[in-house]
């Protein structure tokens, strides 16, 4: 299994090892107001940017380094 970042105009990037975490956080701009019959209501807002933490080790030289890619594997099947 391969993980993929597409970004910008289409562009897409394999990391060479799959993230052993990965979370994604959304946040919006909500705001509270106190109306007097009804008490503290919750507006809902636009999103916010959303954060991508990802927690995985790169290897220190790639060169000397054997791992294997989505994009070699599907090579090496045909």
Do not use: W
């Amino acid at each position: 299994m391969g993980f993929y970042i597409t970004y910008g105009k289409n562009k897409t990037v394999e990391l060479p090892v799959n993230p052993a975490e990965v979370s994604i956080k959304y946040e919006t701009d909500d705001k509270q107001t106190n109306i007097i019959s009804y008490g503290e209501i919750n507006q809902i807002g636009e999103y916010k940017l959303r954060n991508f933490d990802f927690d995985f080790v790169l290897p220190r030289h790639m060169k000397v380094t054997h791992y294997l890619t989505a994009c070699i594997l599907k090579m090496s099947a045909r």
